[in-house]
């Protein structure tokens, strides 16, 4: 847990953190959503990072490059700041030189961020955004929700939902990091218009059972998804439940294309860090590969 005293799960405060290509003032635009759920404080992130920018040089680190880098994105974050204010918003700003995992970290502690966004597109873009890698570190390394936002493939073209949390899928596996991750979502009930929350049974599961033994394990497993269903429909959430059998990863797509979701949420084990063996499965290979806006929620 960090120094700060950390409140209960809300969205009030967002670290915004952007290379500008894969996540620019439209994708902004689209989380002020959050406003139904309590956001008033946005805090803009711009890192400049040394490697890359000598890597974009094909020299060394150039303090010239940096300092002309910095200078676009005050430029651009002053012109951000300007619509965020006319909405009532508070803003805050960071534009450093550095290591892009550090200083988000830093930042967030600083600002004692509610939730931290950062942005991530397919692996055919140039190399010039935040990789997969430093997200994963990020994710490692933080106690707080990270929003891994995409864009999403609609015909073709990339784009943008109104509203990301507009049909939200929700993976559970009753750990305490996927009740941490309802204590969030239930937050949002001037913001979700619905929640689907499914689980994936292992085949290993029903191996060998009777068909007794599989309806009852049926029985179970959506008894607990009620349950769950059950606490977002007291906040006013519409909610239903969906039980998956198979491969973790293929499942939790599949469902997401079923259901027309506009994001994933999983909840992410561990404390300070996640598990290696954790982070080898499923979570991570959705936060990598998957097409959807990925919401990693830690146990609190």
């Known amino acids: 847990m960090n120094a700060k005293t950390r409140k209960n799960p809300d969205f009030h405060k967002m670290l915004f953190v952007t290379k500008f290509e894969e996540l620019g003032f439209d994708a902004l635009q689209s989380l002020l959503v959050l406003r139904g759920a309590g956001l008033n404080h946005v805090v803009l992130m711009n890192v400049i990072e040394r490697d890359r920018v000598a890597m974009h040089r094909g020299l060394g680190y150039d303090k010239t490059e940096a300092r002309k880098l910095r200078e676009i994105a005050n430029i651009r974050f002053i012109d951000w700041a300007e619509s965020l204010f006319e909405k009532g918003m508070e803003v805050g700003e960071y534009i450093v030189v550095g290591n892009m995992v550090s200083q988000v970290l830093h930042a967030a502690e600083e600002e004692n961020a509610d939730f931290i966004v950062i942005g991530q597109r397919s692996k055919k873009m140039m190399e010039y955004f935040y990789s997969g890698d430093d997200i994963i570190e990020l994710l490692r390394r933080t106690d707080r929700p990270v929003l891994i936002y995409k864009h999403l493939e609609s015909n073709g073209c990339e784009c943008l939902p109104d509203n990301p949390f507009a049909r939200t899928l929700l993976a559970v596996d009753w750990s305490p990091a996927s009740l941490s991750a309802v204590e969030y979502l239930k937050t949002l009930k001037h913001v979700a218009q619905e929640i689907s929350v499914i689980h994936v049974a ?3 599961e029903l191996k060998g059972a009777s068909n007794m033994a599989i309806q009852g394990l049926r029985k179970e497993k959506r008894g607990r998804m009620e349950q769950i269903c059950d606490i977002f429909e007291a906040e006013g ?10 491969e973790s990863i293929k499942e939790i797509e599949r469902a997401a294309r079923e259901f027309n979701a506009t994001m994933i949420v999983l909840g992410s084990s561990g404390t300070s860090a996640w598990t290696e063996r954790w982070l080898g ?13 990925v919401l990693v929620i830690p146990k609190t």
Do not use: D, F, M, Q
């Not at 959430?237 to 198979?246: E, K, M, N, T």
């Not at 499923?282 to 806006?293: H, N, Q």
């Open 202 to 204: 292992a085949p290993g």
């Open 237 to 246: 959430i519409s909610a239903r439940c969906h039980l998956y059998v198979g």
């Open 281 to 293: 499965s499923t979570p991570r290979a959705i936060v990598e590969k998957s097409g959807y806006p």
